[in-house]
């Protein structure tokens, strides 16, 4: 009995996390599809065609690439772009290819950003947006209110979301059962718009108005934005629940609401303007409002997890500097907060909101990211099948072949949008990858710089005579290479003449893998002489943490006491120099970001009265 509550208890979280993107869609899908920034007469054929293009569209890009293709295409239980990217890097480690993928993946990461600004600014503009139905009067209000929700949003996360997050599912579900109800009332007065279903009616449609219809795609687009958040949360809840919600619940709903979207709109063409609250009767309009708000909300929060999440593997994978990150929950270790992300997130949500003041307008911007990303998802897939599944190669030319040619079609309808607010994700896009990749390229050159300054260890050791005092108690020096002696050693040894009776030589590195469990946590080498290599490995969805991984070393025989511990660390200064490398706005930026980068000793949970900096200073 406590089994199948607990499996009822985890669907009904699944529905409140994963689907809360894609499940505000109908509140503006196809309102913008006919009445957007290229209007399409509202006309039963045309009605009949897009409703047949946004059914494909769900069915080929939702329910076949996301749930039946690529949530197969796990990490270790872990699924997103950047945990895709990371299994890809491993499948082609060595091949031609590893590069330009390994940068496609960080352009997926890029765009990321993109449509987690615009997801919050464009589900709550669109839910509040409902009280311009009960009178035109409201419409003065709606960005105050759209703000003010927004703003307590983002403010509450420092606190964790544990409690409203257990509200999540059951409100969501209620949304669901609602999109569903409003749909059947809708389609049983006008049951043939059910015909619809047939691909004839959207090949139709293509084929009679191929201009109308390319505009078209750019609109329903918005009808499976979120859809990637299938795989990105796979590995909060596994790939069966969310399965099991995507076809039990979450996908019925969807389609019963768009036919019955349609279904009002053959009988009463005026509606339009807001299809989805006009669904339902006069006295329905107020509460669908508050139930859609709410839901929008849960839609934003999903985005600001998947946001936080986003960031720790990027500085996990090398791909941004060291951030502060909070873990709001003791129980629950995927509970995080990344103050930096959160502020920066909230400030462009409020400036979309601001400057674009309507869902209609926003709806511009939103396509470009979310069908690059789903473009870039298609093509590295494509490696997993040939290489880790297997598969045959005229299989997998065909099926991606396919799902490249419906991807491409959509992006290239957004694109022609860039003008009109399309110009806003690309941008963040493309600041957004310009710093993963510059900070990529500066660490690769710092790294460079260092191997070329080190000293081998056995030069040292050969050095320590008997004018080297030997202090009590241990020495652990934080370096990023496995090789060679640290910078921070060499500068204790010319400066302070001592080294200590244990010396441990620590590197702490990110596997390419989600998590790593303990017994595998750490790697200690006995060098001689007291020294020591210390390797200590994290997932990417890991969070460092230097003390907890020595008290691990117990299996190898040492025991470490904070108290008779020091950990030294070499502080790096950077000097932009016209040396080869990078270009020197780029150097800048570099060195910008390492000033700001959270400190080592916070990062790795190091006490503080334990820790020695020596400063070294690099060119780059």
């Not at 505000?24 to 009949?48: C, M, Q, R, W």
């Not at 500066?442 to 260890?457: E, F, I, N, S, T």
């Not at 998590?515 to 390797?535: A, K």
Request: aromatic share 10%; hydrophobic share 50%; net charge positive.
């Amino acid at each position: 009995m406590s089994q199948h509550k607990s499996s009822v208890g985890l669907l009904i979280s699944t529905i409140g996390v994963v689907f809360g993107d894609i499940g505000t869609s109908p509140l503006y899908a196809l309102k913008e599809t006919f009445a957007g920034h290229h209007p399409i007469a509202v006309t039963p054929d045309n009605i009949f065609g897009v409703l047949s293009l946004v059914f494909w569209t769900v069915m080929l890009l939702v329910t076949v690439k996301y749930v039946i293709i690529i949530m197969r295409a796990d990490n270790h239980g872990e699924g997103g772009s950047l945990a895709l990217l990371a299994l890809v890097t491993e499948l082609t480690r060595g091949r031609r290819v590893h590069y330009p993928l390994m940068m496609l993946g960080v352009i997926a990461a890029a765009l990321f950003y993109g449509d987690s600004m615009i997801t919050p600014a464009i589900s709550v503009l669109s839910a509040v947006e409902g009280l311009e139905v009960v009178t035109p009067d409201l419409k003065l209000y709606v960005v105050p209110i759209t703000a003010v929700v927004l703003t307590g949003l983002f403010a509450i996360q420092s606190r964790g979301t544990g409690l409203v997050g257990r509200l999540f599912g059951p409100v969501m579900t209620l949304w669901f059962v609602a999109l569903a109800v409003l749909g059947i009332a809708n389609i049983v007065r006008s049951p043939g718009v059910l015909e619809a279903i047939s691909p004839i009616y959207a090949f139709e449609f293509v084929f009679r108005h191929p201009l109308m219809s390319f505009y078209a795609l750019g609109s329903v687009v918005l009808a499976v934005t979120g859809g990637e958040a299938l795989y990105t949360d796979m590995g909060h809840f596994g790939r069966f629940p969310i399965r099991l919600a995507w076809f039990g619940l979450v996908l019925p709903s969807l389609l019963l609401n768009y036919f019955g979207q349609g279904a009002l709109l053959i009988q009463d063409p005026s509606a339009i303007q807001n299809p989805f609250f006009r669904m339902g009767p006069d006295w329905m309009v107020m509460p669908m409002v508050a139930l859609a708000t709410a839901a929008a909300v849960i839609a934003s929060q999903a985005v600001i997890s998947g946001a936080y999440s986003v960031a720790r593997q990027a500085i996990q994978l090398g791909l941004l500097p060291r951030m502060t990150i909070v873990h709001t929950s003791g129980e629950e270790a995927g509970q995080i907060y990344v103050p930096f992300t959160n502020w920066t997130l909230y400030l462009a949500v409020m400036a979309l909101v601001i400057g674009f003041q309507s869902s209609s307008n926003l709806a511009a911007a939103y396509g470009i990211a979310v069908t690059g990303t789903m473009m870039i998802d298609t093509i590295l897939v494509s490696f997993v099948m040939a290489l880790l599944w297997r598969w045959n190669m005229a299989l997998v030319i065909a099926v991606i072949g396919t799902l490249l040619a419906v991807d491409f079609a959509f992006f290239a309808a957004n694109i022609i949008k860039v003008a009109q607010g399309g110009w806003f994700p690309l941008f963040i896009g493309f600041i957004s990858f310009t710093v993963l990749t510059t900070w990529r390229r500066g660490r690769a050159l710092v790294r460079k710089q260092l191997k070329k300054q080190a000293v081998p260890l056995d030069v040292v050791l050969r050095a320590l005579g008997p004018n080297v005092s030997r202090a009590r108690g241990t020495a652990v020096f934080l370096t990023a290479a496995t090789d060679g002696v640290p910078p921070a050693l060499l500068h204790n040894l010319k400066h302070n003449q001592t080294v200590h009776q244990r010396v441990v030589l620590a590197t702490v590195m990110t596997a390419e893998t989600p998590y790593v469990p303990d017994s595998e946590r750490v790697l200690m080498t006995d060098i001689g002489d007291g020294f020591h290599r210390l390797i200590i490995r994290y997932g990417f969805m890991q969070t460092p943490d230097v003390p907890a991984a020595l008290a691990l070393c117990k299996q190898f025989g040492h025991e470490f006491n904070m108290m008779s511990t020091s950990f030294f660390l070499s502080r790096e200064t950077f000097v932009p120099s016209l040396n080869p490398g990078m270009a020197l706005w780029r150097e800048r930026l570099f060195t910008f970001m390492t000033l700001n980068a959270t400190r080592a000793t916070t990062f790795f949970k190091i006490p503080t009265d334990r820790v020695v900096e020596l400063g070294t200073q690099l060119e780059i």
